[in-house]
């Protein structure tokens, strides 16, 4: 089975939201596990996931902040 890994042109610029896994405790790390493009037409996003958490908790998007040092 192959895996087409070329990224599209959405994926090429930066993501609109990041996700997290959240686990279901207090002060609980966050870990990012993918991140999320929108749609040119603004009525969806595409959600590329590198981590699938199994362990229960919940996925939170939040918007992409440039690291810094970037521009937006």
Request: proline share 6%; hydrophobic share 35%; net charge negative.
């Amino acid at each position: 089975m192959t895996h087409d890994t070329q990224k599209t042109t959405d994926e090429k610029k930066a993501p609109a939201l990041i996700a997290y896994h959240v686990p279901d405790r207090e002060n609980a790390s966050w870990t990012r596990i993918g991140a999320a493009w929108d749609h040119k037409d603004g009525k969806g996003f595409t959600l590329a996931l590198d981590l699938v958490p199994v362990a229960g908790g919940r996925i939170v998007l939040r918007t992409s902040e440039p690291k810094e040092g970037e521009s937006a």
